[in-house]
């Protein structure tokens, strides 16, 4: 099974994957955001915080099931605050449409309008971590958070607080030891990795510090920070949460190999699959609506992702 975009409830399609993935790269729907359509049960509808968090848990869990032992997940996440009006309840804003193909997008919904005990007016819930420290709890090794930093944030028309222009990615692996290609995704080093430091400000006599012998040697890369600058570029045609290929790219290129299996449990319109394929990898996907395959279909016949 590889090439494969299984559509219908992850929870039950991943029961039927056999082949072993390497890692899993994702962005579920965040709570409370948008109402997909067609199913009562979809994630990100439920009623608190806390019921999201446990159905995540869940999810993940069958993920995990499907990764090698030293298979990775690499996890985006948004934030989002509470902001609970008495009498207004749930909030949902008009339909849009997709460009290409005139199909319906999901409908805009604040399931955050509904009354929720522990929370405050303009709290920020925290999904992010509650979801990492739950996943934590539940047997992955939290490796390292990443900071997707957005130079082209939604604007935000607020007073009180900052423009919001991040996101969180997780890397979680399955077991202790997993595969890293910490070469693949390395950056440029800057000019001041090939200075001369063998005339540094101890090289004084009667300091007794013998000077810095040896340190001329030149690093064109450096190890890859933890702060990744990348610009949203939507995909025309495709539904409004596009994964940047730009942020999947570095995690399939540091979490796998070549001809490994990627997954994708919420595969939306195909960008993991068109990067993985761009890279030499395969691809296992998930998605809820069919309606999502012609796009994925078009996107996989694009030869260079960077221009979608």
Known sequence: MKDTILYGDCRESLK???????????????????????????????????????????????????????????????DSYYNYRPGKGSRTYPQQTIASNNQDLPEYTNKRGNKLEGYKEKDLIGIPWMLAFALRSDGWYLRQDIIWHKPNPMPESVKDRCTKSHEYLFLLSKNKRYYYDNESIKEPAKDWGTRDRSKGKYHNKGTGLQPHSGLTKSYPKKNKRSVWSITNKPYKGAHFATFPPDLVSPCILAGSRVSDTILDPFMGSGTTAMVAKSLDRHYIGCELHEDYSNLVHKRLGVMNYCDS
Request: aromatic content about 10%; hydrophobic content about 25%; glycine content about 10%.
């Open 16 to 78: 039927n994957i056999t082949t072993k993935c390497q890692m899993c790269v994702t962005s579920p729907p965040y709570y409370g955001l948008r109402d997909y359509g067609g199913e009562a049960s979809q994630i990100g509808q439920e009623s608190t915080p806390e019921e999201y968090i446990q159905e995540m848990v869940k999810t993940f869990r069958l993920v995990r099931d499907c990764l090698t032992d030293d298979g990775t997940l690499w996890l985006n996440i948004g």
